[in-house]
Structure formats: structure tokens, C-alpha cells
């Protein structure tokens, strides 16, 4: 092989140690086209599952404020009621599972499931909180409340629905039943109303005027969420639980994250979507 005239070697030898120095800083143009790269996503909210069950008591005041301190945007939580009428946070019609009772809820007096301890997840035994205390809790506070009225009794449904639309907490109503949901919002009319569906339940809503819509991730596909958009009503996506489901979801651009992991979700949230925060349903 013949050498390289050494001026034309020289020039050679010259932009290989501009183009090496470059590659070993990341390059200011790398740099550049990095710092000016757009978010991955919008700005979903984070749904603080239960509140955060991975870290207390699941649906107990613990759980909520860990959610809370963690950066969680809203509160998801459940609402069974008493055989005396008082609305609790409990996802299960029995105390089995989550406490050291026994026993449906629609059973048991308020009293009776106030003597018990919530004992699955990690840290101390926790009380079951009544609807009334997190309410009190929220009242004035700027996170929601995204409240799913279980299956029950119309009466039950009625006063829950009463007892939320007369906090000053800011609450969304949210069920699999969209009786449930039309009977609530007879009664307050003021809060927001939004269906959950999975691949085992999905009711329609008929005439009912939904809100939002609650979907499990086998439903949330990019054209559902989309269709939804188009009609209004914003899309809340369940459980979300690690970097690759908020990414996802994100990028179909769904409103709300429901996690059991509020805190590496607004961690992911923050270092990946734009800072501001959607409003959510009627300003919430």
C-alpha cells in the first residue's frame, strides 16, 4: 500500500483527534441535541393504588399518607358500608384477607370492624379507616380522591356518594357498575363519574355521561385510549407497577397511573413528562 502524501496525512491525523475528543465528551452537539430532547410523555397523574401497599397497610391512613409523602397526585381507594350504614375503606365484602377478623362487612357493625387491625402488607397492624376520616384528611388538600363505591345496596351507594359531594375534599366517583354510578350521581350531581372496565366486567354506560374511564391493561390498548379521548373522558390505567408499564401507558397517552408504587412512579414521571400537572375530571 503507498503512504498518504504527508500533508494530506497531516489533515488526516488532525480530524481524527477533533473527532476523538468529541466522542470522549459526549460531544457538544450530542450534548445539545440531548438537553433539547423532548419529554417521552404528557403529564399523567399518579394514582396512588390502595395508597401504598408495597410500604403499609393497604386502604389504611398509614398507607394514604405514605402515598402522599411519596408524591402521589390522588388516592384510589374502596368503600364498602357497614350493617349500621357506615361507609369503610376496605376492597374485599369480608374482613378476611386484609385484617385479624372475620366476617362481611355488611355484617359487621361500625363498631365491631373499628376493633380490628388491617394486617397484610408490611409495618405495624393498621385500623380501618371510615370514608369520613380520609375525607377530613383531604378536605382542603390539593390531592383527589378517586373513591370506588363496591357492589352494594342502592341506599348504601346513595349515602356514600351524599357523604363525599358534602366534603371539601376533591372526590371521583368510580365503580364497575354503572347503576352504581347512575344512582350516585343522582344524589351529587357535582362530582365526576368514571367507569371501570376490565376483560371480565364491562358494563355500558347507556346514557350515562361519563367522565373518564377506568381501564385494566389488557383493555388499554393505543385506539382505545384514543377513542376515548376523542369522546371527552379521560383514561385511568390499572395496576401500573413498574418502568415499563408507565412508559407504555404514557406513550398512549394515558391521563392517570394507578400504582401500588406511587413513589418510583412519580420519580419516573418526573424525570421523564412535562412538569406541568393535568387537572384531571372538572377542574379535580
Same mark, same amino acid.
Given at each position: 500500500? /503507498?503512504?498518504?502524501?504527508?500533508?494530506?496525512?497531516?489533515?488526516? @491525523?488532525?480530524?481524527?483527534?477533533?473527532l476523538?475528543?468529541?466522542?470522549?465528551?459526549?460531544?457538544?452537539?450530542?450534548?445539545?441535541?440531548?438537553?433539547?430532547?423532548?419529554?417521552?410523555?404528557?403529564?399523567? #397523574?399518579?394514582?396512588?393504588?390502595r395508597?401504598?401497599?408495597?410500604?403499609?397497610p393497604e386502604? /389504611?391512613?398509614?398507607?394514604?399518607?405514605?402515598?402522599?409523602?411519596?408524591?402521589?397526585?390522588?388516592?384510589?381507594?374502596?368503600?364498602?358500608?357497614?350493617?349500621?350504614? #357506615?361507609?369503610? !375503606?376496605?376492597?374485599?365484602?369480608?374482613?378476611?384477607?386484609?385484617?385479624? *377478623?372475620?366476617?362481611?362487612?355488611?355484617?359487621?357493625?361500625?363498631?365491631?370492624?373499628?376493633?380490628?387491625?388491617?394486617?397484610?402488607?408490611?409495618?405495624?397492624?393498621?385500623?380501618?379507616?371510615? !370514608?369520613?376520616? !380520609?375525607l377530613?384528611? @383531604?378536605?382542603?388538600?390539593?390531592?383527589?380522591?378517586?373513591?370506588? %363505591?363496591?357492589?352494594?345496596?342502592?341506599? =348504601?351507594?346513595?349515602? %356514600?356518594?351524599r %357523604?363525599?359531594?358534602?366534603?371539601?375534599?376533591?372526590?371521583?366517583?368510580?365503580?364497575?357498575?354503572?347503576?352504581? !354510578?347512575?344512582?350516585?350521581?343522582?344524589?351529587?350531581?357535582?362530582?365526576?363519574?368514571?367507569?371501570?372496565?376490565?376483560?371480565?366486567?364491562?358494563? =355500558?354506560?347507556?346514557?350515562?355521561?361519563?367522565?373518564g374511564?377506568?381501564?385494566?391493561?389488557g383493555?388499554?390498548?393505543?385506539?382505545?385510549?384514543?377513542?376515548?379521548?376523542?369522546?371527552?373522558?379521560? #383514561?385511568y390505567?390499572?395496576?401500573?407497577?413498574?418502568?415499563?408499564?408507565?412508559?407504555?401507558?404514557?406513550?398512549? =397517552?394515558? =391521563?392517570?397511573? %394507578? /400504582?401500588? /408504587?406511587?413513589?418510583?412512579?412519580?420519580?419516573?414521571?418526573?424525570?421523564?413528562?412535562?412538569?406541568?400537572?393535568?387537572?384531571?375530571?372538572? *377542574?379535580?
Open positions: 500500500m /503507498t503512504a498518504p502524501p504527508r500533508a494530506a496525512q497531516t489533515a488526516l @491525523l488532525a480530524a481524527l483527534a477533533v476523538a475528543a468529541g466522542c470522549a465528551s459526549g460531544g457538544p452537539a450530542l450534548r445539545a441535541r440531548a438537553a433539547a430532547a423532548p419529554p417521552v410523555c404528557g403529564s399523567p #397523574v399518579v394514582i396512588g393504588h395508597g401504598a401497599p408495597f410500604n403499609a386502604n /389504611t391512613m398509614a398507607s394514604f399518607e405514605t402515598a402522599l409523602d411519596q408524591g402521589a397526585d390522588w388516592l384510589e381507594t374502596d368503600v364498602q358500608t357497614t350493617r349500621d350504614g #357506615v361507609p369503610v !375503606l376496605m376492597h374485599d365484602p369480608t374482613v378476611d384477607r386484609t385484617t385479624d *377478623g372475620k366476617g362481611a362487612v355488611a355484617d359487621l357493625t361500625a363498631a365491631q370492624i373499628a376493633a380490628l387491625r388491617v394486617t397484610v402488607g408490611p409495618g405495624a397492624a393498621q385500623p380501618v379507616p371510615t !370514608l369520613a376520616e !380520609l377530613e384528611r @383531604l378536605s382542603g388538600s390539593g390531592a383527589t380522591l378517586l373513591m370506588e %363505591i363496591k357492589w352494594q345496596r342502592p341506599e =348504601d351507594v346513595a349515602r %356514600i356518594a %357523604i363525599a359531594a358534602g366534603s371539601r375534599a376533591h372526590v371521583v366517583l368510580y365503580s364497575f357498575s354503572a347503576d352504581h !354510578l347512575r344512582q350516585a350521581h343522582a344524589v351529587a350531581p357535582a362530582l365526576p363519574v368514571v367507569l371501570i372496565q376490565s376483560g371480565g366486567i364491562a358494563e =355500558d354506560p347507556k346514557d350515562l355521561r361519563l367522565d374511564i377506568a381501564l385494566d391493561t383493555l388499554a390498548t393505543a385506539a382505545r385510549i384514543a377513542a376515548e379521548r376523542r369522546a371527552g373522558r379521560e #383514561v390505567v390499572w395496576t401500573l407497577d413498574g418502568e415499563e408499564a408507565w412508559q407504555l401507558m404514557t406513550a398512549r =397517552d394515558a =391521563d392517570g397511573l %394507578i /400504582t401500588d /408504587t406511587p413513589g418510583p412512579a412519580r420519580r419516573w414521571v418526573d424525570g421523564n413528562c412535562r412538569t406541568e400537572r393535568r387537572a384531571g375530571p372538572r *377542574g379535580h
